[in-house]
């Protein structure tokens, strides 16, 4: 569109003034933690909840007293004018002229100085340690009165900050985040991959994508690595943007790790219903995330891995876990799946219908009519929300790993370490038999606990929980001959040693507690909650 944001590339001096700039605001700079201890606990709260009336009174306090930070998150996070002189004071190298080329601010007849665009810092600690940024995109709702324009550019949200803390970040040779938005998977997957392409459909997208990679370019003359390595300045991976659909621009290329928060909204196919670049890709039901699941192998290198988010649909009379597993027949690689949240349609349509900005009335009741009459055309019960992790093998075909599962409740922590564990836990269960098995020494998980519940005055627990303080925080119940089992693995003796101790103190068979515990202790290992610690058959 004639009213994109100017490509950063041709500003080059405008953008290491303004990162300069905004490195150096207020003593602290423009962060995360520093604009959170400008608004307090209050404000900040509320604003994370996207409730701004607090933080607008605290920045309006803090512009009172001529507090620089507060003129930059006036316009740049709550998307509110400033008199241009407040801004200037904030902005003493780059200047009002200098953010308006960058297509930041405009200024207005009565002497202010309006946004036009939203760029917030953004703190993130993934596997690779603690990064700090600076992300643009387009104004908020709460900047924006109504309906978001149809080609709005999503700032840093749930979905996408849940990816990025998803993401195996192993050393890679070259990367691809596919629907790359305001560049926030592009920004992670520099740190760990030689070369990153980028790619979306939107060029508004692009171009803001290009000035959050371009402030991070800047940003290591000023400070080093994020990680805080002076010698790691400048190590930034160069990032290919690319204009296209899908795995279009990229086709006939191989990736090492494939990323990706696509469009991957069902959305009615209706005149009456706004399509969204950022969240709808115009295909029918759960038709694109089916697409991607069943084709990004042809873009992924022999041991490369894609970790997609998206949408299911629940159909009657075919469970999900028969249907989504069927695209990963199709894919012809290892899959993983991980359903996190199940919407009912009506639950589904209204998120939706206020994710673009619709405000309550007949307009919004009408939307989320189109979107009912949608999902029952197809007899859709529920849709599934979660993470699809697929990796395609060195060598042969897929089939060391299928797994469709239901895992609620909040994770614990950054995930990607944890899916690489269950990765490289899947190939080794695929090659152990069960004599296999009984002869490694295994161990707990450092991160996991017990715990053991009975009746007042009982002599022994009725219930025993394994629980996983990491990953996707699991708890497990087990049986009496497990928990044994499970309590005597320190590395020191092989699992069939333990399992004969187990049975004798049990006094059962050593055959029948076998047959109890090495299936669980397959799921324990495969799960994460034991590990194998030896590297070779036990003696």
């Known amino acids: 569109m004639s009213d994109d944001p100017p490509d950063p590339a041709r500003l080059p001096d405008d953008v290491a003034a303004l990162a300069e700039d905004l490195d ?15 608004l307090g606990p209050v404000a900040d709260a509320a604003l994370h909840r996207e409730q701004p009336v607090p933080a607008r009174r605290a920045v309006a306090s803090a512009l009172a007293q001529g507090d620089p930070l507060a003129a930059l ?6 998307g509110a004018a400033v008199p241009e002189a407040d801004l200037a004071r904030a902005l003493p190298r780059c200047g009002v002229d200098g953010a308006a080329r960058l297509g930041l601010v405009r200024r207005t007849d009565d002497g202010l100085v309006a946004p036009l665009v939203e760029l917030r810092p953004y703190a993130a600690v993934d596997a690779r340690g603690p990064a700090d940024w600076w992300v643009a995109s ?15 550019v999503l700032g840093i949200g749930g979905a996408s900050t849940t990816l990025a803390r998803a993401t195996v970040r192993g050393e890679v040779g070259r990367a691809l985040d596919l629907g790359t938005g305001c560049g926030v998977q592009a920004l992670h997957l520099r740190r760990h991959a030689r070369e990153v392409v980028a790619t979306d459909v939107s060029s508004r997208a692009l171009r803001l994508a290009a000035l959050t990679l371009a402030l991070d370019d800047a940003a290591p003359d000023l400070r080093g690595s994020p990680g ?31 990323v ?21 890709g115009g295909a029918v039901g759960d038709a694109l995330v089916q697409h991607l699941v069943e084709h990004v192998g042809d873009v992924l290198a022999p041991g490369g891995t894609a970790q997609l988010l998206g949408n299911w649909e629940h159909r009657e009379g075919e469970p999900w876990r028969e249907r989504v597993g069927a695209w990963l027949d199709a894919s012809g690689l290892d899959g993983w799946v991980v359903q996190r949240e199940v919407l009912d349609p009506a639950a589904y349509a209204e998120t939706w ?13 009408a939307l989320v009519g189109a979107w009912l009459d949608d999902l029952a055309a197809r007899r859709v019960e529920a849709v599934g929300l979660g993470m699809v ?15 469709l599962e239901e895992v609620a409740g909040p994770a614990a922590g950054p995930l990607g370490a944890h899916v690489a564990d269950v990765l490289a836990a899947a190939d080794l269960l695929a090659d152990l038999d069960d004599a296999g098995l009984a002869s490694r020494r295994l161990r707990v998980a450092d991160d996991v606990t017990e715990e053991r519940h009975a009746r ?59 047959a109890e515990v090495l299936p669980a202790v397959r799921g324990l290992v495969g799960d994460g909650l034991l590990v194998v610690d030896d590297e070779g058959v036990a003696p």
């Open 389 to 403: 992790v697929l990796r395609r093998p060195r060598t042969g075909a897929g089939g060391r790993l299928r797994r």
């Open 353 to 365: 219908v206020r994710d673009g900005g619709q405000p309550p009335g007949p307009a919004f009741d």
């Open 228 to 258: 805080g390595d002076p010698s790691a300045a400048g190590r930034r991976a160069p990032v290919d943007l690319r204009r296209g659909s899908l795995l279009e621009p990229v086709a006939g290329e191989e990736f090492d790790l494939v």
């Open 456 to 514: 007042p005055g009982a002599e022994h627990p009725e219930v025993v929980l394994l629980r996983q303080g990491s990953g996707f925080g699991r708890v497990v119940r087990v049986g009496t001959a497990v928990a044994g089992v499970v309590g005597a693995c320190d590395g020191e003796l092989p699992l069939g040693a333990l399992v004969g101790a187990v049975a004798a103190l049990l006094e059962r068979p050593a055959e029948e507690v076998a």
């Open 73 to 78: 998150v006036a316009p740049l996070v709550l």
């Open 138 to 152: 387009d104004l908020g709702e709460m900047a924006v009165p109504g309906p978001l324009r149809t080609d709005h």
């Open 260 to 280: 990706s928060n696509p469009p991957f909204v069902i959305t009615p196919r209706d005149a009456g219903v706004p399509a969204y670049d950022y969240r709808d």
């Open 24 to 38: 150096r605001v207020g003593g602290a700079g423009y962060r995360v933690d520093a604009v959170a201890a400008l």
